[in-house]
């Protein structure tokens, strides 16, 4: 990639304010009795403008910046849209689910199940999340991470993929959330600055925004596709998607732990509405250049051997020194908060969800060790996947990251609708996680075979997945509601402040809440109008890359 000095310069300093601002957290969290609170909230004292940037930054890794960019080289902006949708599920996130998770005082997801629904639940939420974190978000982060170093930078797979291991791994066992969010804060600056400068770039080069559009097929700027289209048809990104966006930026631990984090409920809801802004800006400075590379390969000005080349392509082409090593510092920024957030998060599911349900009289410092020791065992597990990592086939590779995109249904079910509806009880909840993961495997398993079947069952098989997973959600609620309906009510203990209907009483057993659950009215009208402000955003630029203009 032409790494000159200067660029190392870069990525060493990059390096050394990652560890600085590691180092400073880590002093913070130390400075009294350490809580598990304070390892795995960041003490509930994060402020909304760190939980907004913690949001965007987590979200975003190497495989992501590369893939977007990739899919705008393929086949346009419509893969942006489902960033654009991200916007609007994080003020869903802050406005209905942020208030009942802060006031019942959980640490978990899975503890919000058990508080809603029964002790099942919660180990069924648990041991999905902490087995689909292993299999997918740390072995493709980890494994990103390495391709990153061999790739750009020209340093062996091996060593690149345990330098990020180990040093993400150290200032995440030590620092807990706080170390994670203060250094994802500093990441989501590197990684959009150098984002933009590659866009900003790669237009220069092409000769403008209007040279792009003229170059591009008008169809590469239409986020919304017919009904035919084999990937995005525009059934499964209306009804299908917002039902896989509504679990991932609302009931995955992942991201959601962000907000339990924050001081109050104002702050969180504030960060979620900041989130929400910064996720515009993915389809500009991550999907465009893709559609940038395209445009200078058409018209001879640029060697793009293939789609998922765009990235790197555009790096080699354009940036000067200094600036390549500002952008693989953006690539690293992206896969190291990434992987801290989900070390974390999986440590805090493991540690709460698991270990102390098996050992209720656990100490506070008792709980902080497990949660470092089964961070110590995540990245033992992450640098045991590399190898097999090499050795499995992208097609398997595909299955094993759709395994999410089939048991999100069901889990956004029992969320949401437990929230609208105070009836439903514990055996519908399980009835409908249940059905719909075995709905949902049988699918992946279905879609292996998938040219030897015929019939229903090859329907079954082929059906776009966002259809899919739109069908999957009302089999769910259906099957939640009818076998609620057929047995006994919950109790008013398992109900109270946790629905719409009895939000104004309190939790029972809610611990941890105090102030935090007060909202100022202040904030909140100020917060309705920058929600008004993002909604309004996002409903231009989704008018304006649609058939109307292009």
């Not at 130390?30 to 304070?38: F, K, L, Q, V």
């Not at 599911?349 to 961070?375: C, F, M, N």
């Amino acid at each position: 990639m032409g790494i000159e000095t200067l660029d190392w310069i870069v990525v060493a300093g990059y390096f050394g304010a990652v560890i600085a601002i590691a180092l400073w957290a880590i002093r913070k969290e130390r400075s009294g009795e350490e809580t598990s609170a304070d390892y795995f909230l960041a003490g509930r004292n994060i402020g909304w403008f760190v939980v907004g940037a913690s949001l965007f930054a987590s979200n975003i890794g190497s495989e992501h910046l590369v893939g977007l960019a990739g899919a705008g080289a393929s086949s346009g902006l419509v893969f942006g849209q489902l960033e654009l949708q991200a916007s609007l599920i994080l003020l869903l996130l802050g406005w209905v689910f942020v208030p009942f998770y802060i006031k019942s005082g959980v640490f978990t997801m899975p503890e919000f199940l058990e508080r809603r629904y029964s002790p099942a639940a919660r180990w069924y939420l648990a041991v999905v999340a902490i087995i689909g974190y292993v299999l997918t978000k740390i072995s493709v982060t980890i494994y990103a991470g390495g391709v990153v170093f061999e790739s750009l930078m020209g340093i062996s797979f091996w060593t690149g993929a345990v330098t990020v291991v180990v040093i993400t791994g150290v200032y995440t066992i030590l620092g807990g959330l706080r170390a994670v969010v203060y250094t994802d804060l500093m990441q989501a600056v590197v990684l959009l600055v150098g984002s933009a400068a590659v866009t900003i770039l790669g237009l220069s080069k092409l000769g403008g925004w209007n040279a792009m559009v003229a170059a591009a097929e008008p169809d590469y700027f239409n986020i919304w596709k017919s009904l035919s289209h084999p990937e995005f048809p525009w059934t499964g990104m209306v009804f299908g998607a917002p039902i896989i966006a509504i679990w991932y930026w609302c009931t995955d631990q992942f991201i959601v732990q962000r907000t339990l984090s924050a001081r109050g409920i104002d702050d969180a809801r504030r960060g979620t509405i900041f989130g929400a802004a910064l996720k515009q800006l993915p389809l500009f400075v991550f999907v465009i250049p893709g559609v940038i590379a395209y445009c200078l390969a058409k018209t001879g000005q640029l060697d793009l051997p293939s789609p998922d080349q765009a990235l790197p392509a555009l790096v080699i082409a354009l940036l000067p020194v200094g600036l390549k090593g500002l952008v693989v510092a953006g690539l690293l920024a992206a896969l190291m908060s990434s992987l801290s957030s989900v070390f974390n998060s999986c440590s805090t599911l493991i540690t709460l969800d698991i270990y102390k349900k098996l050992r209720p009289q656990a100490s506070e410092r008792h709980l902080v060790l497990v949660g470092q020791g089964a961070t110590v065992v995540l990245v033992a597990l992450g640098l045991a996947w590399i190898p097999l990592m090499s050795n499995i086939s992208g097609v398997l590779y595909k299955y094993l990251q759709s395994v999410q995109a089939y048991i999100s249904p069901p889990i956004a079910a029992v969320f949401l609708l437990g929230l609208m509806w105070k009836r439903l009880n514990a055996f519908g909840a399980m009835a409908s996680l249940i059905s719909g993961f075995v709905l949902g495997m049988m699918r992946l398993y279905l879609e292996l075979d998938k040219d030897n079947l015929s019939g229903v069952l090859h329907t079954y098989a082929t059906i776009n997945f966002l259809n899919f997973a739109a069908i999957l959600f009302l089999i769910c609620c259906v099957v939640l509601i009818v076998a609620s309906l057929l047995t006994k009510a919950p109790s008013a203990d398992q109900v109270s402040g946790l629905t719409f209907a009895t939000q104004e009483q309190g939790v029972t057993g809610a611990a941890g809440v105090s102030d935090r659950a007060i909202s100022d009215p202040a904030w909140r009208r100020q917060d309705r109008n920058f929600s008004f402000i993002v909604i309004a955003l996002v409903a231009i630029v989704m008018v304006y890359f649609s058939k109307l203009f292009f």
